[in-house]
């Protein structure tokens, strides 16, 4: 999906662009929500992804349900980790530098 070869031409903001139109949905179904990028350069791609919409139970984690609220963080986490594993190898098969964050 990704193996294309990189274009000299090619902007920081097309490679976005192609991640959220082509890429996410052959991953998830369906494009971003939003693309955002601040002053600095910096693409923020914002999705109510459901597969960490499904770690959320509902319920509520005052007083007794400690241990279940950490549960449910400790996976978002997780599967927060996969996601941006995707992104980062997409990029890198695309030939695009990856920033740290």
Request: hydrophobic letters at 40%; proline letters at 2%; one cysteine or more.
């Amino acid at each position: 999906m990704t193996n294309i070869k990189p274009n000299i031409e090619q902007t920081q903001l097309d490679v976005v662009k192609y991640l959220g139109v082509q890429f996410w949905p052959y991953v998830f179904g369906k494009q971003i929500d939003n693309l955002r990028t601040d002053n600095a350069g910096t693409f923020m791609i914002l999705d109510k992804n459901r597969f960490i919409g499904r770690l959320s139970t509902g319920v509520d984690f005052s007083g007794k349900n400690k241990e279940l609220a950490e549960e449910c963080r400790l996976r978002q986490r997780a599967y927060s980790f996969y996601i941006v594993g995707l992104i980062k190898g997409a990029l890198k098969n695309m030939g695009t530098a990856i920033g740290k964050s």
